[in-house]
């Protein structure tokens, strides 16, 4: 009599991950994913740097004040204000497009990535898989790291992208399950590529408002498009910090 197949367990060291990875690739397969993406999962490695990372969040427990102070609140306002006098057109048209208006677009942007300055060197594919082989937030993990194993198929992603260390892709920080959800071609050329600039704000706009944000209403703190800035990050002093700087920069 064979024995039963028992699937493999999430885990919260490098041991297992292997056996883990080819139980998930049945997972993967049945979900979509083809060739390319299986194979990029099958060469992924456990990043250790990764989970370091996810072990050690400690930003998101300051205070406000001391927040803005540590990400550079003032700088990004600043630098924010220019990007947004030098191609004001771009902007609007997102606003017309989308309903978003700049300052929360260019806060976003400049919190994430201080304009696309330093986007990530980790590993996406690895960081990802890895993140939803770790027993931590395994269910959170799963449907983004499907997502990057179907941007790998379609080419919108290699097995060589960097990115953050949770796996975030671009200029503003998609999980890769958002950047095949929402992701948006900003510049006409067909594609859609989050190290884009215009790609990647676009994208960012249509999240937003894909997830209810309404034009012309308002986003500060008990305003109606608070809780749409809520969807894009769950750390209640990174949502007010972007409420107040967008509101500085379109001040």
Not at 13 to 27: C, R
Not at 48 to 58: C, F, G, H, L, P
């Amino acid at each position: 009599m064979s024995s039963p197949v028992i699937a493999a367990q999430c885990g919260n060291t490098s041991a297992g991950f292997d056996a883990w990875k080819s139980s998930f690739a049945k997972d993967a397969k049945r979900a979509g994913v083809g060739k390319r993406g299986l194979q990029a999962l099958a060469g992924t490695t456990y990043a250790s740097s990764t989970i370091k990372a996810d072990r050690n969040q400690k930003s998101f427990k300051y205070s406000l004040d001391k927040f803005m102070q540590i990400r550079g609140a003032d700088t990004i306002v600043a630098q924010g204000r220019k990007r947004k006098a030098r191609n004001p057109e771009f902007y609007a048209a997102l606003e017309r497009r989308f309903g978003v208006p700049a300052g929360v677009i260019i806060a976003i942007h400049g919190m994430e990535t201080g304009f696309g300055g330093f986007m990530g060197d980790s590993n996406v594919t690895s960081a990802i898989v890895t993140l939803t082989y770790d027993c931590r937030r395994s269910e959170f993990f799963k449907p983004h790291a499907i997502g990057a194993l179907k941007l790998i198929d379609q080419g919108s992603m290699t097995t060589s992208t960097k990115g953050a260390k949770h796996g975030e892709l671009g200029h503003t920080q998609f999980l890769p399950g958002n950047a095949l959800k929402y992701g948006v071609d900003g510049n006409g050329d067909g594609t859609i590529d989050l190290y884009n600039v215009s790609d990647s704000l676009a994208s960012t706009a249509n999240f937003l408002k894909q997830k209810g944000w309404k034009t012309g209403k308002g986003y500060q703190e008990g305003q109606r498009n608070f809780k749409v800035i809520k969807e894009w990050n769950a750390a209640g002093v990174y949502q007010k910090a972007i409420a107040i700087m967008a509101a500085r920069i379109d001040g």
